[in-house]
């Protein structure tokens, strides 16, 4: 069982920034494309950013404003957020989505982004 623990969500103000932390318990890096998701107040949960060994992708709506990173000596996946606007106010959760099959996925339990003046 990987458990993905995030961390570094807090308030900021518009134009502000925040590092988002997400450390697996296990190296599962090269079965495991690793994501960034947001929650916002009574919406559904939506693709922020992903990264594989191979591709990156963002959401348009972070493009130029996010960038996520990996380190894989210490299992941990990284969501630099700059420029945050109130709309980026959310619960950001950590993903992990299997690339084989026969693999489970699995969820972070989630960290509070406010971004508020």
């Known amino acids: 069982q990987v458990q993905l623990v995030e961390s570094g969500g807090g308030l900021v103000q518009p134009g502000g920034a925040l590092r988002l932390s997400c450390a697996a318990s296990e190296n599962i890096f090269s079965i495991y494309a690793m994501g960034w998701y947001g929650q916002a107040p009574g919406k559904q949960r939506e693709l922020v950013a992903t990264?594989?060994?191979?591709?990156?992708n963002y959401a348009d709506s972070v493009k130029g404003r996010f960038t996520i990173s990996r380190d894989n000596a210490k299992n941990t996946v990284y969501l630099q957020m700059n420029k945050l606007k109130p709309e980026d106010t959310a619960v950001y959760y950590c993903?992990?989505?299997?690339?084989?099959?026969?693999?489970?996925?699995?969820w972070g339990q989630g960290t509070q982004v406010t971004v508020s003046s």
């Open positions: 990264i594989t060994s191979s591709s990156i």
């Open positions: 993903n992990a989505a299997p690339l084989v099959w026969g693999h489970d996925d699995y």
